[in-house]
Every structure is written in structure tokens, then in C-alpha cells.
């Protein structure tokens, strides 16, 4: 009497509702973690490029100012001169938040699978 009940019972291929259920929650749960660390990475990236834009919107409406206060050439030319050293400046800080916000976002997809696959093993 290896009998039907406790055979069936330890089959590992056979999951029961209960299992196939606490499975599927455990899925859900890792994808909605994912969600939101990516959702703050974006949300985090946004702000820092908002707040990018004001500061580009402000360099050039002063270098207007600048170059209308003008009274030479030569002053102009060291007007523009130090407007391209600040601007490329601000180009290499745009380089690396894009790399630094990057990163962050392959680390969040990056924990989300490592979690995902030793859960799964």
C-alpha cells in the first residue's frame, strides 16, 4: 500500500495549487521590485535632466547678455572663448551623469535577474 496518496504527493514535477500560487507571487513580487528601482533610476535621471536644461537655458542666455555688453572684437572673442570652455565643461558632466545613470540602471536589471535565477534553483 505504497499507496496512491502519498505517491502522487511527492511527484516533484506535480505542483499543487497552493505551490503553483506561492510561485507565481514570488515572480510577481521580483518584477514589481524591478519596476521600481527602475521606475526611481528614471525618475532620479529626469530630475537631474530638468534640472540640465535650466542650467543650458541660463548659459546661453547669458552668453547673449555677454556678447550684447560687447565693446570690441577682441572681447567678444574672449567672451566666446570662455562660453565654449564652460560649455564643453558641462558636456563632459552630461557625459557622466548619462554613463553613472546608466550604470544604475544595469545593476537594478542586473540584481533583478541574479535574485530571480537563485530563487528559481
Not at 525618475?43 to 542666455?61: D, H, L, N, P, T
Not at 547669458?62 to 570690441?72: D, F, I, Q, V
Request: hydrophobic share 40%; glycine share 8%; proline share 2%.
Amino acid at each position: 500500500m505504497t499507496g496512491k496518496v502519498t505517491g502522487e504527493t511527492t511527484k516533484p514535477a506535480a505542483l499543487g495549487p497552493a505551490q503553483m500560487l506561492e510561485f507565481g507571487k514570488e515572480r510577481t513580487d521580483a518584477m514589481i521590485r524591478v519596476q521600481k528601482e527602475l521606475l526611481e533610476a528614471y525618475q532620479e535621471a529626469s530630475k537631474a535632466w530638468v534640472s540640465r536644461v535650466q542650467s543650458e537655458v541660463e548659459f546661453w542666455s547669458e552668453l547673449a547678455g555677454k556678447l550684447a555688453a560687447t565693446r570690441s572684437v577682441p572681447e567678444g572673442l574672449g567672451t566666446c572663448s570662455d562660453s565654449i570652455a564652460h560649455r564643453l565643461e558641462m558636456a563632459a558632466e552630461d557625459g557622466r551623469r548619462m554613463f553613472e545613470e546608466g550604470q544604475k540602471v544595469i545593476a537594478a536589471v542586473t540584481r533583478s535577474l541574479s535574485n530571480g535565477l537563485s530563487k528559481t534553483t
